[in-house]
């Protein structure tokens, strides 16, 4: 019993060492960085009391993020790749020079609600 309670101990303090001090979480931050600096932070619509995309913000240690809509098979799981920053993407204004669609009458997937999930920053 004693060996087995040691033993779970030193493997704990492994992992959470490994995970702290470089390890999966380093190798998950560079790819995070990576694929953000290739892709937009929002898709394809707008939030419509705003009319831009809006990013709510989740805590930086969020690797994942569920995406549902209303149809068999149509949930899934995403990699959050993107780090909030101040940068303000600017007004926009719906009609046809608005890049983004507004919501629709009869959302089918959470993305066409215009808000997206980004990690908060890092002290």
Same mark, same amino acid.
């Given at each position: ?8 101990? !030193? ?11 470089? @390890?999966?979480?380093? $190798? /998950?931050?560079?790819? /995070? ?5 290739? $892709? *937009?932070?929002?898709? +394809? ?6 009319? @831009? *995309?809006?990013? !709510? ?5 969020? +690797? ?6 209303? @149809? ?16 303000? *993407?600017?007004? &926009? ?24 999930? &980004?990690?908060? *920053?890092?002290?």
């Amino acid at each position: 019993m004693r060996k087995t309670l040691l033993f779970s101990a !030193l493997a704990i303090a492994v992992l959470c060492g490994q995970a702290y001090a470089g @390890g999966p979480r380093i $190798r /998950a931050a560079r790819n /995070a960085a990576y694929f953000a600096s290739a $892709r *937009p932070w929002h898709g +394809d619509y707008a939030y419509t009391p705003i009319g @831009g *995309p809006v990013a !709510l913000v989740v805590p930086p240690h969020a +690797d994942t993020m569920a995406a549902w809509g209303w @149809g068999v098979t149509s949930s899934e799981i995403r990699p959050l790749y993107h780090q909030f920053g101040r940068a303000d *993407p600017g007004g &926009v204004v719906f009609g046809e020079t608005s890049p983004f669609l507004p919501t629709p009458l009869w959302p089918s997937h959470t993305d066409q609600f215009g808000v997206y999930p &980004v990690r908060g *920053p890092w002290r």
